[in-house]
């Protein structure tokens, strides 16, 4: 057992896998001999060999396609994307190769390539390296969309994401790569996909959120306790599939809901959520489905504060459901 | 690398110095000829069956069967293809049955493919991978299948396939910059058919040629004559020859589509009938039929009963393949994902019922 950051437990469980399994081999721009500029793959290629730790040339589409080729004849590619961000010159592999080759050939050939790499913003990174992009991904059938927001989780989800036959989509946000640190176990664990974590439990109101956006709606829970709201917070922890039980089950007993991610409102991830819930818990409701996100601009690289949710936007929304 | 490769030329005048270097029996070549011609006829029955309302879509073949059934003759059984949604003859060559072919074409519940596309090309048995609709895009995956078999030591090479207008896709270019590399063991071959639908070769490039392209990543560049199976099955055992040893290839096969691009195509609003009869005296069956039968490796009289013979034998799988049921409605829920999510369950539960509801007698 070790106290690990966010960034440390994903480049120990890559090493840990690595050494268990010759079938996976890690591909993208850097991630050798400098080890990711996250240092996501930091010392990977020393233990590794360069047939398995693949410094690629700088070419998205070629990256992920190679990788599918690679899954394709077996193997466990690992691609990392530099940032999400500029994942969109690979796009048409990802959606039209990686997601679909199940399905156009009934099941005979898979691709089960893991694309992983830094999403989020918080970093004064500008409009190309802040992004949080998910939802083109879970819009996608046959990807599955994975946003660990702690190190015990991104070990666990990372290993379960390696032991499955899909395509997942491994979104890293890089505000909190190093920010939090964590107790995680040595060796093998998992995490199961589609499954939430109710972090804290509490009767009023429940806030639902993933990635680094989960810390700062556990902030704002603590700031609402203060004035005696019981707030339950619900890591999602995986997009597709998403964990619509343990949503119902948190709803049907607050009957109160605030959704905070950092994507754009318009089609975020929250409006599916709400739609769900409409569907599944109407009757269960007190107050109006409250979203809390980015705004609907690209990613600004002057008051990102703003642009992101606030501590105080998300406490204020919780106020407003609960006084509705 | 902009002179052309020809071992028969148009009459089916055999170039004696150069067919020398291949070693094929003549058995070889009478099953060469056998698989064209199969593709050739199937061809038409496919065409005819999307004309019945009977098949989607159908992409022909006609004026380029040199080009797969000769690449496959020439390539090893452990060796891996990333078809184009043209490649018929691929199948034929590695041993697709008539029957299947035509129950992947009416996408009933005996497609291997489960009705889930078009009837492209592939299949695990035949060491096939069916293609991306998206041009160009398959040949990146086609390059990482090559790539893993360099970093496993397997012994195999990769052939993609890709057409013209291929060529102007990013995902070509990233592709072959990326085998050049890592020297990996893949042959692109690329059939330069003068047509993407409707634009003409030089609307896609301002090359001399396409093969010319490979010099500018560092890899080999071959052009032959793709209505000249001689020639695509010599120049094809020797680019496997060179990609098995790190040197990767672009083997551009000039050819011509005598057909539309697809059913859905007109391709009299971009050219003349003059110019598509000028190119048909090019095509390679009827070259190769001359040279079989000049020397004496065939008979007229054999090739009219091998027609005949290929001719019947899919007509009764036709009568077969249209009386085989349809898929049931929940195969389009299946193989999204390797189990079923919750939400897709419940959208499947809800198009049986209404499926139900509708075929209730």
Known sequence: MAELTLAGALNSTLKEQMRKDDRIVVLGEDVGRRGGVFLVTEGLLEEFGPERVIDTPLSEAAIFGVAAGMAIYGLKPIAEVQFFDFAFGGFDQIVSQIAKLRYRTGGQFKAPVIIRGPVAGGIRGGMFHSQHPETYYVHTAGLKVIVPAFPYDAKGLLI???????????????SIYRTIKQEV???????????????????????????????????????AEKEKISVEVIDLRTLMPFDIETILNSVKKTGRVVIVHEA????????????????????????????????????????????????????????????? | MSELYQILDEEGVVNKQLISKINLSNEQMLEMYKHMLIVRILDGWLMRLQRMGRAAIHAPNE???????????????????????RDLGLMIVRGASIREILNRWLANSQDPLKGHEFAIYGGRKYNIVPTTTPVSVHLAAATGFAHAAKIRKDNLVVFAFLGDGGTSKGDFHESINWAGVFRLPIVYVCQNNQYAISLPVKRQTASETISIKAVAYGIRGMR?????????YSATKEARESARNGMPVLMECVTYRLGSHTTSDDPSRYRTQEEVEQMRKKEPLRRFKNYLISNGILSEKEEQELRKEIEKEIEDEVKIAVSVPP???????????????????????????????????
């Open chain 1, 264 to 324: 754009p409102k318009t089609l975020g991830f929250g409006a599916e959520i709400a739609a769900q819930l409409a569907e599944k818990a109407l009757l269960y409701l007190e107050a109006p489905i409250m979203r809390v996100t980015g705004q609907d601009t690209p990613f600004p690289l002057a008051n990102e504060h703003y642009y992101l949710p606030t501590l105080k936007r998300i406490k204020n929304t919780i106020l407003k459901v609960v006084n509705f």
């Open chain 1, 185 to 223: 176990p040595d060796g093998e664990f998992t995490v199961p996909i589609g499954k939430a974590n109710v972090l804290k439990e509490g009767d009023d109101v429940t806030v639902i959120s993933y990635g680094a956006m989960v810390h700062r709606s556990l902030e704002a829970a603590e700031e």
């Open chain 2, 224 to 232: 032959v004559d793709g209505n000249d199976i001689l020639a695509v």
């Open chain 2, 63 to 85: 004026g380029q069967e040199a080009i797969a059934v000769g690449v496959a003759h020439a390539s090893e059984k452990q060796d891996y293809f990333f078809p184009t949604y």
């Open chain 2, 327 to 361: 898929l049931p409605v929940q195969t389009i829920f299946e193989d999204v994902y390797s189990d079923m999510p919750w939400h897709l369950k419940e959208e499947m539960d809800l198009v049986v019922k209404e499926f139900e509801e509708d075929h209730q007698s």
């Open chain 1, 160 to 174: 379960s994401a390696l032991k499955q036959e899909d395509p997942v989509i491994f979104m890293e946000p890089k």
